[in-house]
Each structure stands twice: as structure tokens, then as C-alpha cells.
């Protein structure tokens, strides 16, 4: 069985706004973390049993084993990251300086505010 290429292959999915900002809550949420120490428990728990196979035939199938659950868990974080990351920065950059001064408006009329003499 041929493995694929994963370096040049890439299924189109594009995610919406809406769900770029829903996995970003899911992100800077505590319990992410958890599911990060999860995923590289179980990704662990896949080198070990490479580590623990008698045969050269089941070595070599428990380390392609191996291989494949770091490479996927790997790609899904880094996926994860990618765009949060897209969408902090452009939101950073769509963001335009609000002018606090020009809500002062010292020189302007004040209509219905009367004038008090200290």
C-alpha cells in the first residue's frame, strides 16, 4: 500500500467565519489544553507499542502505526492554529483607530447642557 503524499495533496475546506471563530473559543478555552494532553497521550500510547512488538513484521506495521497517529495529530493542531491565527491577525489588521478625540468635540455646540459658573 502506497502511502500518500501529504505534502502536495490538499482536500478544499474552507471554513466560514462564523466557524473560524467558534474553534478559536475552543481554543483559548481551558479545556483545550486537556484535549491537547490528551492527543499526545494516545499518540504516546502508539509508540509504546511499537517499542513493545516481538517481531520485525509487527514493528515495522505498529511504527507506520506510529508514524500515521503523529502525523495526524500533528496536522490537526497545526490546521487549528493556522487559522486562528488567520483570523486574530486579520481582525487586527480590519481594525481602524477609533478617534477619541473627535467625541470630546470641545469646540462644538452643547445643546440641552447649561453652563455653570465655579
Do not use: C
Amino acid at each position: 500500500m502506497e502511502m500518500p503524499d501529504f505534502n502536495t495533496y490538499e482536500p478544499e475546506i474552507q471554513l466560514n467565519q462564523q466557524e473560524v471563530a467558534d474553534l478559536a473559543g475552543i481554543v483559548y478555552h481551558p479545556g483545550f489544553k486537556v484535549f491537547q494532553k490528551i492527543g499526545k497521550s494516545v499518540v504516546d500510547q502508539f509508540v509504546v507499542s511499537w517499542i513493545n512488538q516481538k517481531t520485525d513484521e509487527e514493528v515495522l506495521i505498529a511504527h507506520k502505526l506510529a508514524k500515521a497517529a503523529a502525523q495526524f495529530y500533528t496536522m490537526l493542531i497545526k490546521r487549528i492554529d493556522q487559522e486562528v491565527t488567520d483570523l486574530v491577525t486579520s481582525t487586527k489588521l480590519d481594525q481602524t483607530p477609533i478617534d477619541s478625540a473627535a467625541a470630546l468635540d470641545l469646540d462644538g455646540d452643547f445643546e440641552g447642557v447649561e453652563e455653570t459658573q465655579l
